[in-house]
């Protein structure tokens, strides 16, 4: 995918199918792609000032602030969502409630790399989650939409078959990942990648600038490890 100039740096809100805007009011996607610059690996350990964030960010969220995260504004929101399209938030996580139901049983927001950190970072700021893709396996502008019956998940065609109506985040070409799901291996970003797209799902009661403030924390936390 060819992202240039002020694209690259401006959130894009993606297309959402006419249907589901109807019957999901507030339900979007935002993305934003970047260049990647310096050596540094992706995938590989955070620099010194991530880490730090990672220890610090663990000790702000203790006991108490943890369980009571789901009754702040935009995790709740995220949780009426989740009961809109027939998820149990109970059942299956939110997010941000998963994030930090991690940091308490691993005893702190444990590095897994350096990308998956500064989202990490971003979410349990934010709590509005971000997802990453490896830009040059996209094909257009990304959205929302229902899957199509037989439609199969990713473009090896060996993918599991999603059956109808399950919503999808898709470009031109077909499913790049479930909605609220890490995306399948060929789209996900590996060590060498140097062309990303984050992007991110809103819903309603979600303010907008959380949603450009977690795309623009995640790419400021990249360029500043990887210059």
């Known amino acids: ?61 203790r006991g108490a602030r943890a369980i009571n995260v789901r009754q702040e504004p935009v995790p709740a929101a995220y949780r ?12 299956t996580r939110t997010p941000i409630e998963q994030a930090v139901l991690a940091r308490m049983l691993e005893g702190g927001f444990v590095s897994r ?7 990490t970072l ?12 490896d830009a040059d ?6 959205g929302i939409r229902p899957s199509r019956p037989g439609e199969r998940l990713g473009r090896g065609g ?3 078959v999603l059956g109808g109506g399950r919503l999808v985040v898709a470009d031109a070409d077909g499913t ?9 291996d060929e789209h996900r970003p590996k060590r060498s990648t140097r062309s990303l797209l984050l992007y991110t799902v809103q819903v309603a009661g979600v303010p907008s600038l959380h949603v450009e403030e ?9 360029a500043d490890a990887c210059s």
């Open 1 to 61: 995918m060819t992202m240039e100039g002020e694209r690259i740096a401006r959130p894009v809100r993606g297309w959402c199918e006419q249907e589901l805007q109807r019957e999901l009011p507030g339900l979007g996607l935002v993305w934003t792609g970047m260049q990647v610059g310096g050596r540094r690996s992706l995938t590989g350990a955070s620099p010194r000032p991530v880490m730090r964030q990672l220890s610090e960010l663990s000790n702000r969220w």
């Open 80 to 91: 009426v969502f989740f009961r809109q399209i027939g998820l149990d938030p109970d059942a």
């Open 113 to 119: 790399g350096l990308l998956a950190d500064v989202i």
């Open 122 to 133: 971003a979410l349990v700021d934010t709590a509005v989650p971000v997802w990453a893709l």
């Open 137 to 142: 396996t996209v094909d257009g502008p990304l």
């Open 158 to 160: 060996d993918g599991p």
């Open 176 to 184: 790049v990942a479930i909605l609220f799901e890490h995306p399948p």
């Open 214 to 222: 977690t795309l623009w924390a995640c790419r400021s936390a990249l």
